[in-house]
């Protein structure tokens, strides 16, 4: 049902674009979160948008992601800027209890 796509390796300091996609969920008035999950940790919530556009971060996320949907393309994007070794690990989007497979995110020189 979710779709996660735009992983990938990337230097300390670089940027990465995350998108979550649904052709079965609407995201037009719901929350979608994007969670992460760090080799050995449990997963965190690193940025939500709920569904009147109100965003939240994570204190490890605010001012480097920005989360943004896109209603024409269905399309909840995760753009990550200053990305640090620490933000290593799967990405998952989730909404109503639905989770995407995840993308790997690999920060490393």
């Known amino acids: 049902q979710l779709v996660e796509t735009g992983g990938g390796m990337v230097q300390p300091g670089g940027s990465l674009r995350l998108s979550c996609h649904s052709s079965?969920?609407?995201?037009?008035?719901?929350?979608v979160a994007w969670y992460h999950q760090a080799p050995g940790e449990e997963r965190e919530s690193v940025a939500l948008?709920?569904?009147?556009?109100?965003?939240d971060y994570s204190d490890s996320a605010k001012d480097r992601f920005t989360i943004s949907i896109d209603h024409a393309r269905n399309t909840v994007d995760l753009q990550m800027s200053g990305l640090k070794p620490e933000d290593t690990g799967v990405y998952y989007c989730?909404?109503?209890?639905?989770w995407g497979q995840g993308t790997q995110v690999t920060v490393s020189s």
């Open positions: 948008i709920e569904g009147n556009g109100r965003t």
């Open positions: 079965g969920i609407s995201f037009r008035m719901r929350s």
């Open positions: 989730t909404t109503d209890h639905f």
